[in-house]
């Protein structure tokens, strides 16, 4: 990679334009739910908003039962620890991720295998798996992840990790929304996790949420979440516990984003068609996948350059125009605390880390704003 220049601060009075920032909904829902919280004094990690936000977002996806937790990545641990990842277990996981999709796989002292993506979807290449399970065939799950809202080719994946008969979750942090085929990511494995982290599509500011058709298991989340603590007047514990549950306070903001998750999806979407409309002419930008079976969030409009003009003179050049883009994520084996671990493709993810670009994708954005990313964008160009 390219080593950054110095950036011209001249323009930093400009309005800044950013990534993905949070955006609270215009009716003020989410002060309703905190006010609520307030004046009942449910101010602890329990309560009406925890419950009834889990309830709604089940409803939402269609699934049976839902446990809030503190963070997307306690999320992930939960669901690997409800799969009985443990000690010495290996877990297939993408390699174009976020170091939060595996680092709960450590903390289960459990063995990553990092797995390459396809140009199809940007996501876990079925054929890579396939791979993986002749390499190794005994496997304790499959994290699958749906990056920047592009849902994983999950026909297959699931099809593959019903004949190895291995537990599959989805880490759907960035895709809350997305529908497979008509069915809402994050529904389509064993366990799914969303985030509300600050940048996500909805935001609590932030926390997590592991979802499940198993509800005995997320009952036995619950209760790790809460210290492990049985049921007895004394302090008891038999197992290992974690303090991960939701506060009721965050809840609420939760209950008032869900309200407006549709809209945000919407937003988003038109701001991927705007780029593409835009900057669909230039034959050095190819635009991330999206598939007829695909009905992306797009919490993040992604390109990829294939010409002179390189991922960092894009970065650059927003920034000095105060507008905020980022590289796509670096792969997993490529970063130097997971480089030891095994990785088993083709180098696809390096060249969508080599080539890629995240687009500011801010559902505040007017279209003034779209026009002036545009605009400097296709300046590179000229
Ligand atoms: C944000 C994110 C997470 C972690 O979620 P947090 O709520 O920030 O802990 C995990 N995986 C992916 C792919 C993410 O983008």
New binding site residues.
Partial sequence: MLKPKEINTENKSKKRIYLSSPHMSDEGYEKQYINEAFETNWIAPLGKNVDEFEKELAAKVGIKAAAALS????A?HMALKAAGVGEGDIVFCPTL??A??ANPIIYQNAIPVFIDSDYETWNMSPEALEEAFKKYPKVKAVLV?H?YGLSADMDKIVEICKKHDVQLIE?A??SLGTTYKGRYTGTIGDYGIY???GN?IITTS???MLVSDNEERIAKVRFWATQARDNARHYQHSELGYNYRMSNVIAGIGRGQLKVLDQRIEKKRYIFDFYKRELGCIDEIDFMPVNDWNKPNCWLTCITLTGKVRPLDVIIRLEEENIESRPVWKPMHMQPFYQHYDYIGSNVSEKIFENGVCLPSDTKMTDEDLYRVVNIIKGLWK
């Fill in positions: 963070s997307g990545t306690a992930i991720t976020f939060a999709t992840v990056l880490d942090a960035e985030s509300f982290n996500k932030g926390g997590g």
